[in-house]
């Protein structure tokens, strides 16, 4: 069964900067892709950005420009980097891994930003 376990979430002041990481309990090269959504309260989770097993990446609009994702093999960890936050980067942020058409996901991970 795999886990994934994300961390790194919190409070941050808008313009500021934070990086969620996303660990797993297998080696992250099982997957054919792994990506991050978040969901915002009253909304639909939706997808931030995401990476595939190659390494090729896409990113939605909305943080194109302002997000990295990212994966340490060695760690088994994927990784989100945000930076210039905005309000409306506040959502509970969740990562999802898939490998055979099935997907894994983890319990999630708070982001506030506010001053």
């Known amino acids: 069964q795999v886990q994934l376990v994300e961390s790194g979430g919190g409070l941050a002041q808008p313009g500021g900067s934070l990086r969620l990481s996303c660990a797993a309990s297998t080696n992250i090269y099982r997957f054919n892709a792994m990506a991050w959504y978040r969901q915002a309260p009253g909304k639909q989770r939706e997808l931030v950005a995401s990476?595939?097993?190659?390494?090729?990446?896409n990113y939605v609009d909305p943080v194109k420009g302002r997000a990295t994702i990212s994966r340490d093999s060695a760690k088994n960890t994927m990784y989100l980097q945000m930076s210039s936050l905005k309000p409306e980067d506040t959502a509970v942020y969740y990562c999802k891994a898939t490998t055979r058409g099935v997907d894994y996901w983890g319990q999630g991970t708070q982001v506030t930003v506010s001053s």
């Open positions: 990476i595939t097993d190659v390494g090729i990446t």
